[in-house]
């Protein structure tokens, strides 16, 4: 899978460990939708306390959305306090000292009981960002002064505000952007990233927008759209007309994004929902490989190296799922207690744990868990709502990392 609208950014340079190539991060999940890091030369284990941290931000707002980091910048959604008065927005952040370089506001606020403001990720294209409040505000902006360039409303195009707000982050795909409003109008919507106009909308697929969000693949040499929804996981054409559809059982809310590979979907959702692999042929028929409880992954994402997968499963903790069979193949045997996001780089998981904020660094192996090193996010937010937790997945770009907790963000260098 191929993100082609970003040209990746990567520069060699000597240190005395080695060579280090460098990647920006353009979108929800990195430049592949996948939370995987191409980066070489990076710290095989972190010093007691942690990494070295450069900076840290207090201005990035109420919410849980992630961080995009594209020529030294870094784009992420919060809101401005609490209430009906209160805004989202979209805030651009120096990489190198952690000041802000510039705030749009977006959409108004979306209170809930988990804590309120946008979930959804920026996602860069060259010289414009689409970004998604959490009411179902779709605004193009420009990444250099967060000049507005169109909107749209997802609302407006059908669909219904889910429980937690819309979370899904855009998908830009050369010159379009892909948003799911869900609805009877249709589940996907395609627009002109340019000029703003809608040029089709799925209307055979009308599926309610659960928090999933779309990713484009190379399916035997022709592009297509793959979605997962609270009870569907399907794929589209260029053209928005539905190729293939499964039935996945979701329940109350299904959040990770869809896996591809080699013609073979992955999906999973927590609640009890489980996870579940399916071949999709050419002609785009459907064959269901397997639908097990193996993994069962809420919110934090799971990521696939070679032929394992790794992320957090409700009932196993932090696991190694192989890909083709299903089978289990090492847990941490809840070792870390909760829930948590996972991203991966030069052979490494970096992992974080929502209850605590403890980031901790873990051998991509498929033998054992191995836990390397860890640290706790300090500070952390006084703001977040009660029921809140550490939500964020953690963003590796450029040799360094990037955590946030609400209004707070730290950057570490992770590099010699």
């Known amino acids: 899978m191929v993100f082609r609208s970003v040209a990746l950014v990567f520069c060699a340079c000597v240190l005395l460990s080695g060579v280090v190539r460098s990647e920006d991060w353009p979108s929800w999940r990195g430049p592949n939708r996948d939370d995987i890091s191409t980066e070489t030369g990076l710290l095989r284990k972190w010093p007691e306390g942690g990494p070295e941290k450069l900076w840290t931000s207090k201005d990035a707002g109420l919410g849980y959305s992630g961080c995009s980091i594209v020529n030294g910048v870094l784009f992420t959604m919060g809101a401005d306090g609490t209430g009906e008065e209160s805004n989202d927005f979209v805030i651009a952040i120096n990489t190198k000292s952690g000041e802000k370089v510039w705030q749009a506001n977006v959409g108004s606020y979306l209170e809930n009981g988990w804590g309120g403001g946008p979930r959804s990720t920026p996602t860069i294209s060259g010289d414009l960002l689409i970004a998604i409040s959490s009411k179902g505000d779709v605004v193009c902006l420009s990444t250099k002064d967060g000049a507005e360039k169109w909107r749209a ?7 219904t505000i889910p429980s937690w707000g819309y979370c899904e982050s855009a998908l830009i795909d050369d010159d379009r952007v892909l948003v799911t409003p869900g609805g009877d109008n249709g589940t996907i919507a395609c627009f002109n990233l340019r000029t703003g106009e809608k040029i089709w909308q799925s209307s055979e697929m009308k599926q309610p927008a659960n928090y999933s969000s779309i990713i484009a693949v190379d399916h035997f040499g022709k592009r297509q759209y793959i979605q997962l929804t609270g009870q569907k996981v399907f794929g589209l054409n260029v ?13 109350v809310a299904v959040v990770p994004t869809p896996i591809y590979k080699d013609g073979q979907v992955y ?36 990521l696939l190296v070679g032929d394992y997968l790794y992320g957090h499963s409700d009932d196993n903790g932090m696991i190694c799922q192989n890909f083709n069979s299903g089978e289990l193949v090492w847990s941490d045997k809840k070792k870390n207690g909760s829930k948590g996001a996972v991203a991966y780089a030069d052979g490494m998981l970096y992992c ?11 051998e991509a192996t498929e033998t054992e868990y191995k836990e390397i090193s860890r640290f706790k996010m300090d500070p952390q937010t006084t703001r977040r709502n009660p029921q809140g937790r550490v939500w964020t997945h953690p963003v590796i770009s450029n040799g360094r990392l990037y955590l946030r907790d609400q209004d707070v963000i730290c950057c570490y260098k992770i590099t010699e």
């Open 153 to 159: 409303s997802l609302t407006g195009l059908g669909g």
């Open 267 to 302: 999906v999973t959702a927590g609640y009890g929902a489980g996870c579940m692999l399916q071949n999709v042929t050419a002609d785009s028929a459907v064959e269901k490989i397997y639908d097990n409880k193996v993994m069962k992954n809420h919110h934090g994402g799971v």
């Open 352 to 362: 974080l744990s929502e209850d605590s904020g403890e980031c901790y660094l873990v």
């Open 239 to 251: 053209d928005g007309k539905l190729l293939w559809q499964q039935d996945f059982p979701g329940r």
